[in-house]
C-alpha cells in the first residue's frame, strides 16, 4: 500500500504523518471533525476555557461517540439466538427442496 506525508492542523497546530495513500479522507474528516468541535467549545465557553481544555473535551466527545456506535452495532444475545433460529429454520427448508429443482 503507497504510503504519503500529509499535514494536519488540529487547535492551530499542524501535525505532519505518513498514513496509507488510500485513508487520507478519512484523515481530513476528521481533521475537520475535531476542529469544529473546539470551535462550538470556544464559542460556548469563550475564555473559561483553554486549548487544551478545548482539545480534552473535544477528544471526549469523539470517544462517546465512537462508543455509542460500537454499542450500538453489538449483536445482544437474543439478536444471536433470532439468527441462528432464522438460519435453523432456513436450512430445514432447504434441506426438503429435491435435489433435482435445487440444481436446476
Sequence with gaps: MAKQKISLKVGGKAY??????DKEEIYRLAE???????GKLQKAFGENFTMQDCLAIAALQCSIN????????ELGDEDLQALDELSKRLDQHLNRIPK???TK
Design 100 to 102: 433435482s429443482k435445487a
Design 66 to 73: 465512537n462508543i455509542t456506535i460500537s454499542k450500538q452495532n
Design 16 to 21: 505532519q504523518m505518513t498514513i496509507d495513500s
Design 32 to 38: 475537520r471533525e475535531v476542529n469544529g468541535a473546539i
